[in-house]
């Protein structure tokens, strides 16, 4: 089955970078190959509810989508030769603290497939 791996989370101070890779795999179990697939980009921090950050559709020049609190500063992006979806986050902020995850999907009631997340964490 299709399985995606989320990576490049970390500790980061205010006003820091990262970047998120979600690498796919196993398209060959799948009816589907990898540029069929919206990825949307999700996270989820103690205690609140989880939120859709980016997606982006599946086409290389597809559309895309952010949420508001981070169009801006954060850019979602495909390389659907490495079957891989980025996330670039710029001047991130505390509240932009939480387990981050990339799904098969903009819509999280649709998701067929998630990655492990990974943790992002802005502090001083």
């Known amino acids: 089955q299709v399985q995606l791996v989320e990576s490049g989370g970390g500790l980061v101070q205010p006003g820091g970078s990262l970047r998120l890779s979600c690498a796919a795999s196993?398209?060959?179990?799948?009816?589907?190959?990898?540029?069929?697939?919206?990825i949307g980009w999700f996270r989820q921090a103690p205690g609140k509810e989880r939120e859709e950050v980016s997606c982006?559709?599946?086409?290389?020049?597809?559309?895309?989508y952010y949420k508001d609190s981070v169009r801006g500063r954060f850019t979602i992006s495909r390389d659907n030769a490495k079957n891989t979806v980025y996330l670039q986050m710029e001047s991130l902020k505390p509240e932009d603290t939480a387990v981050y995850y990339c799904?098969?999907?903009?819509?999280?009631?649709?998701?067929?497939?998630w990655g492990q997340g990974t943790q992002v964490t802005v502090s001083s």
């Open positions: 799904a098969t999907d903009c819509d999280s009631e649709a998701v067929d497939y």
């Open positions: 196993g398209f060959s179990l799948d009816s589907f190959t990898f540029d069929h697939y919206m």
């Open positions: 982006i559709t599946g086409a290389s020049d597809g559309s895309i």
